[in-house]
Structures are given as C-alpha cells and as structure tokens.
C-alpha cells in the first residue's frame, strides 16, 4: 500500500507488517506519519514535557 507522510510528504510503501497498515486500510483518509518524523514528534514531546517540569 504507498501511503505519504502528512508532514515530510515522503512516499512510502508499507505491507502488512507494518503497523499503520490496518489503520490506513480501515480509513484511507487516516494521517500517515513515516518513522522519521514520528521520532521527531515523539523527541519534541518529550522535550517540551521536560520544559513544563522543569517550570
Ligand atoms: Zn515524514
């Protein structure tokens, strides 16, 4: 299934394995968000949660 990154527009292919691959199939208009700019998002959370705490 080729699906693109909501953020970076990248194109990707992913199988079944994958798994976004049941959300995608259930709901073709479902947000993909490839692995890279999900450890960008998932980092920049962290560190504003750091930010917070440290308030
Ligand atoms: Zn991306």
């Given at each position: ?7 970076c527009g990248?194109?990707?292919?992913i199988d ?40």
């Amino acid at each position: 299934m080729q699906v693109k990154c909501a953020i970076c527009g990248k194109e990707e292919q992913i199988d079944k394995l994958n798994k976004n691959y049941r959300k995608m199939e259930s709901n073709p208009n479902a947000i993909f968000i490839c692995e890279v700019c999900n450890q960008k998002l998932t980092y920049q959370a962290a560190q504003q949660n750091d930010l917070l705490k440290k308030k």
